[in-house]
Nanobody, 125 residues
Framework: QAHLAESGGGLVQAGDSLKLSCVAS????????MGWLRQAPGKEREFVAG????????LYADSVKGRFFISRDDAKNTLFLEMTNPKPEDTALYYC??????????????????WGQGTQVTVSS
């Protein structure tokens, strides 16, 4: 059974760096686009960053562009999100997901399947 497990979240101060990881098991996602999404309390889940099969193409939400960086290590079945200069408005539960019908990165939230449990990121000012 496919499973995604996020980790690396925590409490950080604005301006500090944080790196999230997402390890896949039970199924390889090498041929799928992957992505990070987040959900803040009282808000809908939103797209953060996406990466293509093979990692050659990436896509970011405007709110994180230039601050967050997505990458993948298919040999380790792991997806990463490096968060630099986080802001209090980045506070949310962060999820990784696989867009199994896509090769290129997608910002469509509904395209993502195989959610993990999420990892909480809290940014203090």
């Amino acid at each position: 059974q496919a499973h995604l497990a996020e980790s690396g979240g925590g409490l950080v101060q604005a301006g500090d760096s944080l790196k999230l990881s997402c390890v896949a098991s039970g199924r390889t996602f090498t041929n799928d686009a992957m992505g990070w999404l987040r959900q803040a309390p009282g808000k809908e889940r939103e797209f953060v960053a996406g990466i293509s099969r093979g990692g050659g193409s990436v896509l970011y939400a405007d709110s994180v562009k230039g601050r967050f960086f997505i990458s993948r290590d298919d040999a380790k079945n792991t997806l990463f999100l490096e968060m630099t200069n986080p802001k209090p408005e980045d506070t949310a539960l962060y999820y990784c997901g696989a867009a199994t019908s896509y090769y290129g990165p997608t910002s469509r939230v509904r395209a993502y399947e195989f959610w993990g449990q999420g990892t909480q990121v809290t940014v203090s000012s």
